[in-house]
């Protein structure tokens, strides 16, 4: 596989899509994409520019695999990503509110995928999957709150399937456009530079506020989360 971008990208390596495909090939985008849908560490990995690229070496014939079995597992992983961050909250339970700041790990970004849960609803776990950050942490929410499976189950996979094979359609879309393949290295690193973005906003963010727990307390949080509960049961 050609390498394109990968020795123009600004910051660190995992930020830059080009090169992950090329180290790691489709096995490392399923990966990420897994990782990002629903494990806590994996909030910070470029999953929309991910598969933007994978979409775009595809149709440039960069990478070397059908487009239709890319959409297929793509869409496959981002719905099992889900569905561990899902299980997981039923697991942890509202514990993981108390859990410690660490280096990986941020209260606030669970704040916020929570009040992204209470205010949308079911249907944020179709939302939040064009929603850096918070798309990982709702179907942890989801599970923490207990929502029922079967509609869990539904809106995980229509949300999947929206956001794996959408983005990964897009970028092939575009692959085939004379002027992006003629400049696809400007545009491999545009496409490194934007998955910055969303990681320079949220860091400013929180600088501003100082306040690593956001808005909301964790007893409002928990408490809400059980009313949650019991009108369920």
């Known amino acids: 596989m050609n390498t394109y971008a990968s020795t123009l990208a600004l910051g660190p390596s995992w930020l830059d899509p080009d090169f992950l495909i090329n180290e790691f090939g489709l096995y490392g985008v399923l990966a990420i994409v897994f990782a990002e849908s629903g494990l806590l560490i994996g909030f910070f990995l470029p999953g929309d520019s991910l598969l933007f690229t994978t979409g775009l070496l595809i149709t440039t014939g960069v990478l070397d695999t059908p487009l239709w079995l890319a959409c297929t597992l793509i869409a496959a992983a981002a719905i099992l990503g889900d569905q561990a961050g899902y299980l997981f909250g039923r697991k942890v339970g509202p514990t993981i509110f108390n859990r410690p700041d660490s280096r990986f790990f941020k ?111 964790d007893d409002d949080i928990q408490a809400r989360t059980e009313r949650r509960r019991h009108a369920k049961r």
């Open 107 to 217: 209260q606030e970004n669970v704040h916020k995928a929570h009040e992204f849960f209470e205010k949308h609803g079911p249907k944020s776990l179709v939302l939040c999957r064009f929603v850096p950050i918070v798309r990982t942490f709702t179907p942890i929410i989801a599970g923490v709150s207990r929502m029922n499976y079967r509609s869990f189950l539904t809106y995980n996979i229509v949300g999947g399937i929206l956001w794996g094979v959408g983005v990964t359609l897009l970028g092939a879309s575009l692959g085939r456009i004379d002027l992006v393949r003629e400049h696809i290295e400007a545009i491999l690193v545009g496409i490194v530079l934007l998955s910055v973005v969303p990681i320079v906003i949220e860091v400013l963010r929180a600088r501003a506020q100082q306040t690593p727990a956001g808005d909301m307390r």
